[in-house]
């Protein structure tokens, strides 16, 4: 098996291809820490088995890994592909149940059809983006004009995440759905 290995703008994580569906259509999978990987990912939860791992998440065709400040990846790279060449070749699963948490706010009856045009230009033109540096974007909430989202993966603790939804989400969303007055990042 060949996986393939992506930097992203993150220096601390690195995207792993391995030339086959991880997630699918069944959404996005982030993990923080072992005891979540433990209850919802068995691959997830031996990645975290590695000692330098501090954070997993699982795209549609990706896995991308966070590394512990310390940790190098000339080390940890090979143990990662090992695991994941172990996992994909085993066929076990990649996650338990349906795939994705999404943990959002009740939206009110007059702002649905403001949340839909939000939703619409995140699926469309956000996420396939956030998804190339090995991450993800997900909406929580919307009210007052406020949009609420969450960064995932690479995008979690990378550098120029916080410019990336001010001066490009939130414009975006600002210019094609007028009702939006800001962006705000909320964790998971």
């Known amino acids: 098996m060949f996986i393939e290995t992506e930097d992203t703008p993150n220096p601390a994580t ?4 391995p030339g086959r569906d991880v ?3 069944r959404g996005t ?4 820490d072992a005891a979540a990987a433990r209850s919802r990912s068995p691959l997830a939860a031996a990645l975290f ?5 501090a954070g997993v998440f699982l795209g549609a065709e990706f896995v ?3 590394k512990l400040p310390q940790a190098e990846w000339s ?5 990662v592909l090992s695991v994941l ?3 994909f070749t085993s066929g076990a699963a990649v996650i338990d149940g349906d795939g994705a948490e999404e943990v959002e706010e009740a939206i009110a ?3 649905e059809a403001v949340v839909s045009q939000i939703r619409e230009l995140l699926d469309t033109r956000v996420r396939p983006a956030v998804a190339g540096d090995g991450g993800d974007i997900v909406f929580r909430g919307y009210r007052d004009g406020v949009v609420r989202l969450t960064m995932q993966g690479a995008c979690a603790g990378c550098p120029s995440s916080r410019a990336t939804l001010k001066h490009g989400v939130e414009n975006m969303l600002r210019h094609y759905v007028p009702e939006v007055v800001a962006v705000e990042q909320v964790e998971a």
């Open 85 to 87: 060449t172990n996992h």
């Open 75 to 79: 080390t940890l790279k090979p143990q």
């Open 49 to 53: 088995e590695l000692d330098d791992v």
């Open 29 to 32: 999978a982030d993990f923080a």
């Open 64 to 66: 991308s890994v966070t």
């Open 109 to 111: 009856p007059e702002d």
């Open 14 to 17: 690195l995207k792993f291809l």
């Open 23 to 25: 997630m699918g259509h």
